[in-house]
């Protein structure tokens, strides 16, 4: 899934970001909830990709744009530090992960899976 592959990137990018957040007194806490909402689109894509049901899938990956949402705020909480070019190259990213998402979760939501053998 690209939109996953996104995902590893950015959180890859997320911890260079928040090493230089930590560094800094006043967005050491900014630095923590970065990092962990940028890890939870990632980690809620691939727990969502591996369920059966569209239901399930389209849940997770809601979760996965409501991180990506949340993410794109901490870094906007992070121009200060990290600079006005480097958040508008993220907020790109993010935002490609949520028209993405915002595509993906009702096609999930209408997929059914049917049994083999019926």
Known sequence: ???YQLAVALSASA???AVRLGSCGITRRVASQ???AAGSIRANLCEGYSRASGADRARLFEY????????????????PVLGADLVAERDGTL???VHMLLAIIP?????????RGR
């Open 34 to 36: 970065l990092y962990t």
């Open 95 to 97: 935002l490609q992960i």
């Open 15 to 17: 911890w260079d970001d």
């Open 64 to 79: 996965a744009l409501g991180s990506a949402r949340e993410c794109r705020d901490w870094y906007a909480l992070a121009r």
């Open 1 to 3: 899934m690209t939109v």
């Open 107 to 115: 096609r999930e939501r209408r997929r059914r899976i049917i049994p």
